[in-house]
């Protein structure tokens, strides 16, 4: 990676650090979760970031892919996760952390493992272990802690406009012997009581440009084309158009989505209804060396 790279990521990481601490004092219980949403995205351009997705806030099962819609009125309660980006130039610091509501001894101990079990991780990455090695370290927190990684949820690899940039980092061992090179990666690994898989819920609200193609609609234009200026490859919310362009927005995603210009993210639900803790940090590997940027 050049200077400029190094540089944009690392200014990513530093606003997420003050976001994530400034998340920490104002969420409470029974606050609107569009409410946490909009005033962490607002942080983030108030310190010079951009949101690099939508705020994520799952509650207790609701694991991932969950950002308030524009007339949200759930709650904040329970278990709750805060999963949130800053981008710089392209170059995104990812990161989460989860919150207990509810003074429950349990949630106390999933969040307990989540952040040990990402300690661990990192600690085998510093180590050089393969894919697999990482992976058996978090699981190996988990069920010590009494509790289930998350399978079919995964770290990634990080490039410039691209979250998910191919390589995944497994929460169990997958076998993988693949050893991480120089680059940008998450580790998040979630923990559960319940089964340790996900599967896809309603419509999140979520999308990612897919393939860009001509509408008929002239207002669909416009927002298409806002869309490939403003995010790029960036996942963004139906809540920000609406913002931007009123409720009508509602309909060109839709017709975005279904002539295939869109993919529409599915809300990510732990399969038996079980509570889920996640802890997220982005590192950066430069010239072999491992440094926690979020």
């Known amino acids: 990676m050049n200077p400029q790279q190094i540089t944009s990521i690392k200014k990513a990481g530093a606003i997420v650090r003050e976001v994530r601490e400034y998340a920490g004092k104002i969420i409470k219980k029974d606050m609107l979760l569009l409410d946490i949403a909009e005033q962490i995205e607002r942080k983030i351009i108030e310190l010079g970031g951009k949101p690099a997705f939508p705020c994520n806030l799952g509650i207790n099962e609701y694991t991932a892919h969950y950002s308030p819609n524009h007339n949200d009125k759930t709650k ?3 278990l709750l996760k805060i999963d949130f980006g800053v981008a710089i ?3 995104t610091a990812d990161n989460a952390f989860s919150v207990d509501l509810e003074n429950n001894e349990e949630n ?3 969040i307990q493992a989540s952040e040990k079990a990402l300690n661990e991780a ?3 990455i510093q180590q050089n272990k393969t894919l697999g090695e990482i992976g058996k370290s978090i699981q190996n927190v988990a069920e010590k802690s009494g509790f289930s990684p998350i399978r079919n949820l995964s770290g990634h690899s990080i490039e410039q406009n691209d979250l998910h940039a191919g390589i995944t980092i497994p ?5 993988n012997r693949q050893v991480l090179k120089d680059g940008i990666y998450a580790i998040e690994p979630f923990v559960t009581i319940g089964m340790g898989i996900v599967y896809d819920g309603k419509p999140s609200g979520i999308y990612q440009l897919q393939h860009p193609k001509n509408v008929r609609d002239s207002k669909t234009r416009e927002i298409l084309s806002y869309i490939i200026e403003e995010y790029s490859t ?3 919310c139906s809540r920000w158009l609406v913002k931007k362009f009123g409720t009508r927005a509602l309909i060109s995603l839709s017709l975005l989505e279904h002539s295939g210009v869109l993919h529409h993210y599915a809300q990510l639900i732990e ?5 889920v803790a996640q802890t997220e940090h982005t590192i950066l590997i430069n010239n072999g060396r491992v440094e926690v940027i979020s």
């Open 76 to 78: 904040a309660s329970g």
């Open 122 to 124: 990192i600690e085998s």
């Open 108 to 110: 106390k101990k999933l």
């Open 271 to 275: 399969r038996s209804k079980a509570k």
């Open 234 to 236: 960036l996942p963004f």
């Open 171 to 175: 929460n169990y061992d997958n076998g």
């Open 89 to 91: 130039n392209g170059y």
